[in-house]
């Protein structure tokens, strides 16, 4: 009788802890579904707004969905490379309290899933600049570490500026506007943050898809 009434107590506490998963499970499914309908409908727009001054035809943009911070509800990603440095080449879009939600304007992205991440470079006449964000549950972009480099001594930069030999490229470079977790901080702190979120990180290969009515039927469905 005691081994009896242990075994169903076990199968209970399995029961409590698998129904709450299998429910959230569901609910992000049936999430993951509205949000998929709504990023047909945002592409089946004649323009899609770029910038403050650009609207772009949509059917000249490619489109990719990923779900970046692993909530089970995939998020939206567009690539228009005729677009200027200034205006960014990507931008990526979420889906959050039922409608379609922009997280600003990138220019070359790298996600990387496994690490819960994403990370955004700009390279123009001799800088680049790297910012990292995590994409929280709530839809929210979240700043995890920033900085810029420079092959010559950033004239405006703000702060402090770090000269540092560079072995990949041979010669020193500068460091500056460097921020973690949105807040000023040392080279040192920067850098031991950007190798923390390498540290085994897998970039997830993007497959990106011409805006036509075929496609999005096709690859945007689940």
């Given at each position: 009788?005691?081994?009896?009434?242990?075994?169903?107590?076990?199968c209970?506490?399995?029961?409590?802890?698998?129904l709450?998963?299998?429910?959230v499970?569901a609910a992000s499914?049936?999430k993951?579904?509205k949000?998929?309908?709504?990023?047909?409908?945002?592409?089946?727009?004649?323009?899609i707004?770029?910038?403050k001054w650009?609207?772009v035809?949509s059917?000249q943009v490619?489109f990719?969905?990923a779900?970046i911070?692993k909530?089970?509800v995939?998020e939206l990603?567009?690539s228009?490379?005729?677009?200027?440095?200034?205006?960014?080449w990507h931008r990526?879009?979420t889906?959050?309290?039922?409608k379609?939600?922009?997280?600003?304007r990138?220019t070359?992205v790298?996600i990387?899933?496994n690490?819960?991440?994403?990370?955004?470079?700009?390279a123009n006449?001799?800088?680049?600049?790297?910012?990292c964000?995590?994409?929280?549950?709530?839809?929210?972009k979240?700043s995890l570490v920033?900085?810029?480099?420079?092959d010559?001594y950033p004239?405006?930069?703000?702060?402090?500026v770090?000269r540092?030999?560079?072995d990949?490229?041979g010669?020193d470079?500068y460091?500056?506007?460097?921020k973690?977790n949105?807040?000023?901080?040392s080279y040192?702190?920067c850098?031991?943050?950007?190798?923390?979120?390498?540290k085994?990180a897998?970039?997830?290969?993007?497959?990106f898809?011409d805006?036509t009515v075929?496609n999005?039927?096709?690859?945007l469905v689940?």
């Amino acid at each position: 009788m005691k081994k009896r009434n242990v075994i169903i107590t076990l199968c209970l506490l399995c029961a409590a802890v698998l129904l709450p998963a299998a429910g959230v499970s569901a609910a992000s499914a049936k999430k993951n579904r509205k949000a998929l309908a709504a990023y047909q409908q945002f592409l089946s727009q004649s323009q899609i707004k770029w910038s403050k001054w650009t609207n772009v035809p949509s059917s000249q943009v490619q489109f990719a969905s990923a779900d970046i911070n692993k909530d089970g509800v995939k998020e939206l990603i567009l690539s228009y490379p005729q677009a200027s440095h200034m205006d960014g080449w990507h931008r990526i879009y979420t889906y959050t309290k039922g409608k379609v939600k922009s997280l600003g304007r990138f220019t070359s992205v790298s996600i990387f899933k496994n690490k819960n991440y994403f990370v955004d470079t700009y390279a123009n006449t001799g800088t680049m600049e790297v910012s990292c964000y995590r994409l929280g549950k709530n839809g929210k972009k979240a700043s995890l570490v920033k900085y810029q480099r420079s092959d010559t001594y950033p004239a405006f930069a703000k702060g402090k500026v770090v000269r540092k030999y560079s072995d990949s490229y041979g010669y020193d470079v500068y460091y500056s506007a460097m921020k973690v977790n949105g807040k000023k901080a040392s080279y040192k702190k920067c850098m031991k943050k950007i190798r923390s979120l390498e540290k085994n990180a897998r970039r997830l290969n993007l497959n990106f898809y011409d805006n036509t009515v075929y496609n999005v039927r096709t690859y945007l469905v689940k």
